[in-house]
């Protein structure tokens, strides 16, 4: 990819993913019964650790970006159709922000590497950088702008265990899919000879 400019091709690929994040953040319109506690489980995490292993570390947080500023502009993209400038103070707008991190650096440790284990890492790391940002920010809106009741670091850890559980067993489908892509199909294209 050049380094200067983005190409037509980069941007078709960065605006797949744009659409499978908007996608993956209302799978439950399809599914309803993906909630747990009323919170929707999504594929967000799923596709931005994809959007990293496959786009690279520039791509992959561009598209991030492009989806966080679509979403914060109004368009519908975020979980339950949401969009808007108040979604910026909800609990869980962490997580979204950590998207544009997490692609950055899923897509530097792969570049690094086109292995297995160097995508399973990547993936990992992703969870870890998703995990970390989202929860904290969730720590500080309930405490400090939602109007908890002095909820501790740990129980806002704790309460997201069903959530890692699933992002943890995404990310290594993530990383197995990514590298079967990479070679069969990835290493041809543009999007590889280019880098």
């Known amino acids: 990819m050049n380094q200067s400019r983005l190409s037509a091709y980069d941007i078709t690929l960065g605006a797949l993913f744009v659409a499978m994040m908007a996608v993956g953040a209302n799978i439950t ?53 949401k969009g808007g400038l108040s979604v910026f103070i909800s609990p869980t707008f962490g997580f979204i922000l950590s998207f544009i991190v997490l692609a950055f650096f899923v897509g530097k440790i792969a570049e690094s590497n086109r292995k297995f284990p160097m995508y399973l890492t990547a993936a990992l790391v992703g969870i870890v950088i998703n995990y970390f940002i989202g929860v904290t920010w969730f720590y500080a809106a309930m405490n400090f702008w939602v109007g908890g009741e002095g909820l501790s670091y740990v129980v806002a850890w704790s309460s997201m265990a069903p959530f890692l559980i699933k992002d943890v067993a995404l990310a290594i489908v993530a990383a197995a899919f990514a590298f079967r892509l990479e070679k069969s199909v990835l290493y041809r294209t543009q999007l590889r000879q280019a880098s």
């Open 29 to 81: 319109a399809i599914a309803p019964f993906l909630n747990i506690l009323g919170v929707p489980l999504t594929l967000q995490t799923f596709f931005a650790i994809l959007a990293g292993l496959i786009l690279g570390s520039r791509l992959g947080m561009i598209s991030m970006l492009v989806y966080t500023a679509l979403g914060l502009v109004g368009a519908p993209v975020f979980a339950g159709f």
